[in-house]
């Protein structure tokens, strides 16, 4: 039997195209068939989006779902249902769980997951090394092949200058995608916080900024030598996204992310050790914020991910420097972004396609697109809803946001995957 | 007495820095710390203020003088004083913090004395509990009875503390000791120097309200006040000086580095000294010009102060902080 849901009274927004006018979609079994000003369907279930904006999805490339391991923490029923709630239809998995994902196995076991879950597709990245132990590569080719969307060693950097040249080198043999935590790991040892003034007045261990473009620079050298694809995660300061501008200018094959906090938050939101504004790499400075805002603005940053970070409160309620790192991101992912448009700092389009459509072009997924053809993955949302930011509404396990009581902008109230809705506003 | 109880007003539920006092709040506890230095002196130095009070001494971190410091100064003021001592946890040292708290505040103390290796875990601890709480150390964060102790000194020596300029010298990135008192000369209206090899200074030190200098004759120049930190020897494997030898020919307090001072330049160390290290032995016990042992009795007068000011509220009557 042939499902059919007509998607009326919206304002289509597409990032790939620069479409934003007030149209209708058709979802047929799944896809989207059709695009238009005003679509004839005749046995349609209707939805009324009531004028408020349809935009593909959000893809959002960087999630711990803590599943397999640390069920208590997270799973990913209630990652799935965090991630509905936050208008994403495709997130993808770091493999830093226990046991870590560098087996064929896993990332089987990650697919029938999210299958069994049927809510927001789950996709994985495995581990670059064996055990992210970042020696030993892991069967990229074979894992790819089974469904690993890139390759990272998570929180951690590949630190080993052998061992990344060699893994950026055989990854060009399938033209697989590496992802990189870029933080010079030696001087990062230790550190809780970004040096300056707030560490320095907390004294807390720091670690200069430096950490990150050092990594990256490093990386950009051997990904001119090998021809790789490279993905730098969650970039946070002004230099390092320097670096990326300048090697994006002579054409190499260089993307990167940053996570809705270091373009919200700078070092400040630590107050009276915060633990709940700990997170890795540390929050920065008030210009490193604005460079992020920056890079945003002129895609030099390709993608926003929300680096989902779940913690319980045994992790955070601890003296800063042990505290976990890490914020719940899916569920204000969207709304956080969306302040950037408000403020007028980043252009509507361009915030939606660094949710979407960049994310899945990066990893190579038929997703962040309203085009005919593509799996009806979808948010509808209202674009000027004010509401205030409550982590009891969470549908995740934890509640570690550093954003709960927040005034924002921008509310998801209905995301679709494959036609279906998975999670509707009440 | 009566009457100087009621004009000693300290408007704080703990004392968790210097950070957040106002220049009253620092004269009102040097005011009523020289009461006691006089207490202390005599021959019977123990008096009823605090009798029926609980202090608790828990130090998570290992120490002598503090404890020993904080515990006489409860005895002196009629309290009961126990000094825990605390294996912190190889697993998870935050958990046993928060339990422990949660369990000593179940024995209803009136004050507790908190040490710690972690920045923060006081503050965090005394969120946990419904009486008072003392910071007495926590990591590289503050130590505020320690400043108070060495402002009380200054001020009994020099018979004020604005306008005198002091160096602070030696090992600032890891010190609690001058955090505190950055804060508090610059509240007290002091000129603060730091003097330190630039891997022993953290950065923006220069936003808290201090020159910088990395040249001891230099920092040194025209000072009234000489403070040397403690240079912890585990710092010789973290590469953040070559050698003591060097350390101490550049940054060793001597007569010669001294020169440059004010020839009344009063020298200050908050122990332990590592002798021949940051400070020369014969500096060191120089009685016209060291005043180091005078800091450790200023230590118990300045800390009955606080417990006074702290431990007097009854525990189930005390204001919200």
Redesign the interface.
């Known amino acids: 039997m042939t499902t059919r849901t007509l998607f009326t009274n919206a304002r289509l927004l597409d990032p790939a195209t620069g479409l934003d006018k007030k149209g209708e979609l058709l979802s047929v079994d799944g896809m989207i068939a059709e695009i238009g000003e005003k679509l004839a369907c005749q046995d349609a279930e209707i939805v009324d989006c009531g004028g408020h904006c349809l935009a593909p999805g959000l893809v959002d490339m960087r999630v711990q779902l803590r599943e397999p391991g640390d069920e208590y923490q997270e799973s990913m029923e209630s990652g799935g249902q965090a991630a509905a709630a936050g208008g994403v239809t495709t997130m993808v998995a770091l493999p830093n769980t226990d046991p870590v994902i560098d087996e064929l196995a896993l990332v089987e076991f990650i697919a029938r997951r999210s299958r069994d879950v049927g809510l927001t597709r789950i996709r994985t990245y495995a581990a670059a090394t064996k055990g992210l132990a970042g020696k030993n590569l892991t069967e990229m080719g074979l894992l790819a092949a089974h469904g690993a969307v890139g390759f990272t060693d998570g929180l951690v950097a590949v630190a080993d200058a052998v061992v990344m040249r060699r893994a950026l080198s055989y990854a060009t043999n399938f033209d697989l995608l590496l992802i990189q935590h870029p933080e010079e790991p030696r001087l990062a040892a230790g550190g809780a916080a970004t ?3 707030i ?8 670690i ?1 900024p430096v950490a990150e473009v050092m990594m990256i620079e490093r990386d950009l050298r051997l990904v001119e030598t090998t021809g790789a694809r490279y993905h730098a995660a969650h970039v946070s300061t002004a230099a390092a996204i320097d670096a990326i501008r300048g090697a994006k200018a002579r054409h190499l094959a260089v993307t990167c992310d940053t996570a809705p906090h270091y373009f919200a938050l700078n070092e400040t939101a630590l107050g ?2 915060r633990t709940f504004a700990k997170v890795s790499p540390p929050l920065r400075s008030e210009d490193d914020r604005r460079a992020v805002v920056a890079g945003l603005a002129d895609g030099t940053i390709d993608a926003i991910a929300s680096d989902h970070a779940p913690q319980d409160q ?1 992790s955070k ?7 976990g790192a890490g914020i719940v991101g899916l569920e204000t992912m969207l709304t956080l972004a969306l302040e950037l448009y408000h403020a007028g700092h980043v252009k509507l389009l361009t915030v939606l396609g660094a949710l979407s459509r960049r994310p899945a072009e990066i990893l190579r997924l038929p997703a962040g697109k309203l085009e005919a053809g593509l799996p009806a993955d979808l948010v509808i949302f209202d674009l000027d809803r004010p509401w205030k930011i409550n982590v009891a509404d969470f549908h995740s396990k934890c509640r570690n946001s550093p954003f709960d009581g927040r005034p924002v902008q921008g509310a998801v109230l209905r995301t679709v995957v494959a036609g279906r809705t998975i999670y509707a506003a009440s | 007495m009566t009457s100087e109880l009621a004009s000693f007003a300290f408007p704080h539920r703990h004392l968790l820095g210097i ?1 957040g006092l106002s220049p009253d709040d620092i004269t009102a506890l040097l005011d009523r710390s020289e009461v006691y230095i006089e207490q202390n002196r005599q021959a019977n130095k123990t008096q009823s203020l605090l009798r029926g009070r609980t202090i608790m001494n828990l130090f998570f971190e290992p120490s002598t003088r503090t404890s020993t410091s904080f515990e006489l100064a409860g005895k002196r003021l009629g309290a009961d004083v126990i000094t825990m001592p605390v294996q912190s946890s190889s697993v ?4 046993t ?2 339990d422990t708290a949660m369990t000593l505040n179940a024995m209803h103390p009136d004050v507790l004395i908190v040490r ?1 290796s ?4 006081v ?2 601890l005394s969120e946990k509990v419904d009486c008072a709480v003392i910071n007495a150390g ?5 130590h505020p009875t320690q400043a108070l102790l060495d402002a009380l000194t200054i001020r009994l020596r020099k018979s004020r503390i604005q306008g005198l300029t002091v160096a602070i010298c030696g090992d600032v990135a890891h010190s ?1 000791v001058a ?1 505190s008192n950055i804060q508090l000369l610059n509240i007290m209206g002091a000129r603060v120097r730091v003097v330190a090899p630039r891997t022993l200074l ?4 220069d ?2 309200g201090v020159e910088v200098f990395h040249d001891m004759k230099e920092g040194l120049k025209d000072v009234d006040i000489v403070m040397m930190l403690r240079l912890q020897l585990e710092r010789m494997q973290g590469s953040f000086v070559p050698s003591l030898r060097e350390y101490f020919h550049f940054f060793g307090l001597d007569y010669q580095k001294l020169e440059a001072a004010k020839p009344d330049a009063l020298i200050m160390h908050p122990g332990p000294m590592n002798r021949g290290v940051e400070i020369d032995t014969e500096v060191a016990d120089d009685i016209n010009r060291s005043v180091i042992q005078q800091q450790v009795e200023m230590g118990v007068a300045v800390r009955m102060a606080v417990l006074e000011a702290l431990g007097r509220t009854p525990r189930n009557i005390a204001p919200a902080r």
């Open positions: 040096s300056g003034e560490a320095t007045r907390l004294g807390l261990p720091s200069t009276d050790y045994e309620r601890l003296p800063y420097t042990s505290a | 950070e998870s040292k935050g958990e913090l928060i710690h972690e920045s923060g875990a503050q965090l926590d990591g590289m964060h503050e609690r955090r953290p950065a923006a030190i936003r808290l």
